[in-house]
């Protein structure tokens, strides 16, 4: 024989259950329109590209709120980009030291090893200002890129009504 929860137990249990869903929906509908899941595309994308690895889904969340996109989309946006956001992260690096001349040398994972190996602070040194050049290129390609991508994202979007 099956024994009940007690009656206000199960009473308190439907109502976190019905608030947490309210949340949810609430969460998953913010930001629906055309306009704002394009915005959300746009952002999520360029924001999943940004050269220091690791950052994006804060940078996605900072957005997001900042924003009013929505948050769960976002983050889909900026997963789904993880894999160039890789492919693009020593091609950056290496452009970045081409245009601003930061070494005598080509930048390779043999090169950087090395240095690290003999002399870590220097390594570091040297890291960061190839890091902050690759930010500058993105950045340079950011402004143009989140403009076409999102009035490409809003035709399609609106061409399809999408809702969520």
């Known amino acids: 024989m099956h024994k009940s929860l007690n009656p206000l137990l199960e009473l308190k249990l ?3 259950f019905h608030s947490a869903f309210r949340k949810l929906h609430m969460l998953l509908n913010q930001g629906t329109s055309p306009e704002k899941l394009s915005m959300t595309v746009a952002v999520g994308i360029i924001l999943g ?11 996605c ?27 693009l992260f020593i091609p950056l690096i290496k ?15 043999q090169n950087l090893l090395h240095l690290f190996r003999h002399d870590t602070f220097a390594a570091l040194g040297e890291f960061t200002n190839l890091l902050m050049a690759a930010i500058i ?26 809702k969520i």
């Open 137 to 162: 290129l993105w950045a340079v390609a950011a402004v143009p890129l989140t403009f076409i991508l999102y009035h490409s994202s809003l035709k399609y979007m609106k061409r399809l009504k999408v």
């Open 49 to 59: 590209l940004f050269p220091i690895i690791g950052t994006t889904s804060v940078l």
């Open 14 to 16: 439907s109502h976190h």
């Open 61 to 87: 969340l900072g957005a997001s709120l900042t924003l009013r996109l929505n948050k769960v989309f976002i983050q889909m946006v900026n997963y789904m980009v993880y894999p160039l956001q890789l492919v």
């Open 95 to 109: 452009a970045g030291n081409e245009i601003f001349q930061l070494t005598g040398h080509p930048v390779n994972y």
